[in-house]
């Protein structure tokens, strides 16, 4: 007969006790993982603040689009291979590609100032963000006084309007380049325009609509307001401008669509996206642009970029590289 002590009797009494919670643990775990996956949730609020000077920017992100097998034509002048290991070696999946909608609003004497308008909802599921992002940062349509546009694609001002074609800012002045604009609203080029490409002169035209009586159309090195100054950046649009934001010795260039995501565009430049209309010259406002923020370190902001989309650019090797702003728990 094998003989027991207290020391030996304690813990098998206590493996005893722990058995029943120990099996209904596995079994909540077995039919965790045979469960099928919970639709996605919200993330927390996205926007983020920085000072530049003594102004506010704030980055408002409107959610994203995917592109489904980015490897085949997304990249006009590169094999599959090649955009296949760009997007490998930035841990990004090869399947789809996301790319991220954010708008900057600038807290400027004049009031509050608006960059592009991000997609109102209307170009899929997983973007129109704006508004519900507006009101956690605390901002409302009915106090932007100005929308400057950097360019007439969909995705920037597809949320000028709501889909029934009402204006969302109420009291704003929209601020468009004259080339774009010029382009855009030309019947004789809209006519003479791919089928596939007149929806796209239709929507502007659409979204400009109410706004008729309130559109300034501005040279392409024009001085916007104070501390906006527009940038010339042709090449992805006819009219394509950026906007050097400056206040005292602090500057922001806000970058548009000079580059999409910078895994890609930005690390290497040469390549030419489907999206650009004059490929070469994209190409060579690329290279130009962030020869200039990199030499000067000036902070970018990019529309396609992760958010919170802010950082300044490095030369490296034959291309550029992105370092994030720190992000700061303070403003």
Known sequence: MTRLDRRGLLPAAGAMLMAPALLRAAQAQTAAASAPMAAASPQAPGFYRFRLGGRVVTLVNDGQGRRPKPTEGFVRNAEPAAVEKALRDAFLPVEHLDIPYTVTFLQAPGGLVLFDTGTGGQLGATAGNIPANMRAAGLAPEQVTTIVLTHFHADHISGLTDAEGKALFPNAEIVVPEAEWAYWMDDGIASRAPEAMRGAFAGARRRFAPYQSRVRRIAADAE?????????????????????????????????????????????????LVFDMDA???????????????????????????????????????????????????V
């Open 224 to 272: 916007v307001a104070p501390g906006i100054k527009a940038v010339p950046t042709q090449g992805h649009t006819p009219g394509h401008t950026s906007y050097l934001l400056s206040d005292g010795a602090d500057q922001a260039m806000l970058l548009g669509d000079v580059t999409n995501r910078p895994e890609l565009n930005l690390a290497n430049p040469g390549w030419h």
């Open 280 to 330: 070469a010259m994209a190409e060579a406002t690329r290279r130009r642009v962030f020869d200039q923020v990199a030499a000067d370190r000036i902070r970018c902001i990019g529309y396609h970029f992760p958010f919170p989309a802010n950082g300044h650019v490095v030369k490296e090797a034959q291309g550029y590289r992105l370092i994030p702003a720190p992000w700061s728990s303070a």
